[in-house]
C-alpha cells in the first residue's frame, strides 16, 4: 500500500460570513480565547484568527492535555509565553485546569479592569469570545466553566450555531464564536492530522491510509511507545506491514492467514484516540519555525 498522503476535501463557505460576524462583535469584546487541540497546537487552529482579532489581547487553551506529551505542552505553554500570548493547559471532559482560566484572564487584563475602577465602573465585567475550530471543545468549555448546559455540545464540526452570552461572574462573562472557525483547507497535512484525532469522519477516508500514516508519524517521533503497546520487535519494515503485524498480534486473521487490515486500522485509530498508545503530541514548535 501507498502511504502517500490522501486528499481531504474540505468545503468552508461560511468563513467569510463568520469572519465578518467577529468583527462586527470585536468592539465590545475585551479579548479572545482560543481552544486548540493539545496534540495538535498547529493544525486545530484557524491561520487567519490573528488577522480577525486584530490586537485583541489572546489566551490559547490546550485541550485535551491528558492526552498530549506533557513536555511538548510545556514547550508550547513557553512558545506562547514567548510571544506574549498566556497558555493554559486544560482538559474540557475532566474540568482539569478550568479553573485557572479566570485567574489567568483577568491577569491578561489587568489594565482594563484598573480603567474600569478609575472610571467608576466596578461592576463592568469583561467580556471574552471563545473561539475554536469545529471539534476542538469549544462548547465543552463553556459548559464546563459555567456548570451548566447554555452552550450547547455535541461531537460534530459545527453545531454551535448564534451568539450565546454566559455569565461566568460578576467580572466575566464569555461569548461563543458568533459562527464557524475552520482549519487550513489547503494544507492536507493539517486535515490528515485532524483526522487522526478523529475531527474529520472517518466515513470519508481511507481509514487503512490513515492508520499507515498514523504509523509513520509514531515511527518518528514515539517509536518506543509503539513497540511497547503493541509488543513489536522492531519498526523496520514498511508501515503497512507493521499494521499488519499489529493486526496478526490481536487475533484479526481472516481466511488464508492474512490480517484484517481494516479492523486492524480501526483498532489502531480508536487506541491513539483514546491515549492507549500514550501521551503523544503530533506538532512541535519547530514545526511553527
Not at 473561539?131 to 455540545?153: D, E, L, M
Not at 496478526?248 to 484516540?273: F, H, S
Request: hydrophobic fraction near 40%; glycine fraction near 6%.
Amino acid at each position: 500500500m501507498s502511504s502517500e498522503m490522501q486528499h481531504i476535501q474540505w468545503f468552508p463557505g461560511h468563513m467569510t460570513k463568520t469572519r465578518r460576524k467577529i468583527e462586527e462583535v470585536l468592539p465590545i469584546i475585551d479579548a479572545v480565547a482560543e481552544i486548540v487541540d493539545a496534540r495538535i497546537p498547529l493544525s486545530s487552529r484557524n491561520p487567519d484568527l490573528a488577522d480577525i482579532i486584530k490586537d485583541k489581547p489572546l489566551m490559547i487553551l490546550l485541550n485535551k492535555c491528558d492526552m498530549a506529551d506533557p513536555a511538548q505542552t510545556a514547550l508550547w505553554i513557553e512558545h506562547y509565553k514567548n510571544q506574549g500570548i498566556a497558555a493554559v493547559p486544560v482538559d474540557c471532559k475532566t474540568g482539569k485546569g478550568i479553573g485557572n482560566f479566570k485567574e489567568k484572564i483577568k491577569d491578561t487584563l489587568a489594565d482594563k479592569l484598573e480603567q474600569y475602577r478609575a472610571k467608576g465602573m466596578v461592576g463592568k465585567p469583561l467580556r471574552v469570545m471563545v473561539v475554536g475550530i469545529p471539534n476542538v471543545g469549544k462548547s465543552t468549555f463553556i459548559n464546563r466553566i459555567a456548570g451548566n448546559n447554555k452552550a450547547k455540545a455535541e461531537n460534530r464540526p459545527g453545531v454551535t450555531r448564534g451568539n450565546q452570552w454566559v455569565t461566568i461572574d460578576k467580572q466575566l462573562e464569555l461569548l461563543d464564536t458568533p459562527g464557524v472557525l475552520w482549519p487550513k483547507f489547503e494544507d492536507q497535512t493539517v486535515g490528515e492530522r485532524l483526522a487522526f484525532t478523529g475531527a474529520v469522519k472517518d466515513a470519508v477516508l481511507d481509514i487503512e491510509l490513515l492508520a499507515v500514516r498514523l504509523i509513520e508519524n509514531l515511527k518518528e517521533s514515539y517509536p518506543q511507545l509503539l513497540t511497547d503497546r503493541y509488543n513489536l520487535t522492531s519498526l523496520e519494515d514498511e508501515p503497512y506491514d507493521i499494521l499488519c503485524a499489529i493486526g496478526k498480534k490481536r487475533g484479526m486473521v481472516i481466511r488464508g492467514g492474512q490480517t484484517d487490515t481494516e479492523r486492524a486500522a480501526v483498532m489502531l485509530l480508536e487506541e491513539y484516540r483514546n491515549c492507549k498508545i500514550g501521551r503523544i503530541t503530533l506538532e512541535r514548535v519547530c514545526d511553527n519555525a
